[in-house]
């Protein structure tokens, strides 16, 4: 996807409607989409600094129990094992720090690769309502053409 701010939205609804439809991420469930929306910012903007010759590439594993998903910047990094706590505090008031955070908040499994320029998150599901869909395979083959 291209490092623009105004792309994140569009690509997170097309996403989660297919996630949703495979039955991975339960309807309601909001952890996985908010955990999205911050690992692309981060990418977006702190790893590609908006440069519009860069972009964010996203990889999706849809499981019926789980979802995986990989977002990878063309930037240089950071160092993951120096992150400010966002809760201390002399950082309450930044404007910036809480994305990070709140991602290992909301999902099971979040660890950095590269230095920074892949981050790998993972949900589960919990056991799935009963009745419910787990996608066709028509579904979960549009996951790969939607990233």
């Known amino acids: 996807m291209p490092s623009e ?12 409607l297919l996630l949703r439809n495979c039955g991975c991420v339960p ?40 979802v995986s998903i990989a977002v990878k910047d063309e930037g240089k990094g950071f160092d993951t094992n120096n992150l400010p706590d966002p809760t201390a505090p002399e950082n309450i008031g930044s404007v910036h720090g809480r994305g990070i955070h709140v991602m290992k908040a909301l999902m099971d499994e979040v660890r950095f690769e590269q230095g920074g320029v ?15 869909s787990q996608g066709t395979r028509r579904e979960r083959d549009d996951l790969d053409s939607v990233i």
């Open 5 to 16: 701010v105004a792309a994140i939205s569009p690509f997170v609804d097309k996403l989660m």
């Open 27 to 66: 309807e309601g469930v909001s952890d996985v989409e908010i955990a999205l929306r911050e690992a692309l910012a981060n990418a977006i903007i702190h790893g590609n600094h908006e440069d519009h010759r860069k972009h964010v590439y996203v990889t999706c594993r849809c499981e019926p129990d789980e």
């Open 118 to 132: 892949i981050v790998h998150m993972r949900k589960s599901a919990g056991q799935a309502p009963k009745g419910a």
